[in-house]
C-alpha cells in the first residue's frame, strides 16, 4: 500500500470510489493498483504537456476564447476546444474502468456553466457530460494558435492520451 498512501487523501477516497464500480475486488491490492496506474497516468499527462507546449494553470474563465485540456482525479481527460465561430467542441474520455459513466462522449456545441478550478468539477450547462470529477490539472496551450489550429493540437493530444491511458489500465490494473 506504499504508492496508494503516498496519494492525498481526497484522490485515495476517490480511487476507493472507482473500485467499487470498476469490478475490482474491494481490497488493499485494488487500491494499490489503481494508485500505481494514478500516478503513470499523471506522468503521461505531465509529459504530454511539455512535449506539446501546454501549460499549466489553476484557473480557465468559462468565457476565455483559447481552449483546454483537464484532468480529473478518477483521471478522465476533458478536451475543452477553442471557442470557433462562437462554438465550443467538447470531449469527455473516461479512465475506462468506471461502469458508471459513458467510456466517452463528444458535444460540438458545448457551454461550461462555470469556469475551471483545479479541485472542483467541470460542469456544462450543454456538453457531453453534465459534471465531472474534481479537476487535478488544467492546461492550456502556451503559445497563442488559430482556433483551427489548437482544436486539432487538443484533439489530437487528448487522443494520444486516452490511448497511453489505456495502455495503463491493460499493463498495470489487467
Known amino acids: 500500500m506504499d504508492t496508494f498512501n503516498s496519494l492525498t487523501p481526497e484522490i485515495q477516497q476517490h480511487l476507493k470510489q472507482i473500485a467499487k464500480t470498476s469490478g475490482l475486488p474491494l481490497n488493499d491490492e485494488s487500491s494499490e493498483l489503481l494508485a500505481v496506474a494514478w500516478l503513470e497516468k499523471k506522468a503521461i499527462f505531465e509529459k504530454t504537456l511539455a512535449d506539446n507546449k501546454l501549460e499549466e494553470v489553476a484557473f480557465y474563465g468559462q468565457a476565455e476564447a483559447r481552449g483546454a485540456l483537464a484532468l480529473t482525479w478518477s483521471g478522465s481527460i476533458i478536451n475543452i476546444g477553442p471557442l470557433v465561430q462562437s462554438i465550443r ?10 461502469a458508471d459513466v459513458p ?3 463528444t458535444d460540438d456545441a458545448s457551454e461550461l456553466s ?16 453534465k ?9 492550456v496551450a502556451s503559445e497563442a494558435l488559430e482556433p483551427e489550429e489548437e482544436e486539432a493540437m487538443l484533439t489530437q493530444v487528448s487522443q494520444e492520451l486516452a490511448e497511453d491511458f489505456a495502455t495503463v489500465n491493460k499493463t498495470v490494473v489487467g
Not at 459534471?131 to 492546461?139: D, F, Q
Open 89 to 98: 467542441r467538447c470531449e469527455y474520455t473516461s479512465i475506462g474502468l468506471r
Open 103 to 105: 467510456p466517452a462522449a
Open 131 to 139: 459534471t465531472s470529477s474534481p479537476v487535478y490539472k488544467i492546461a
Open 114 to 129: 462555470a469556469d475551471l478550478e483545479v479541485d472542483e468539477p467541470v460542469q456544462f450547462t450543454k456538453g457531453p457530460i
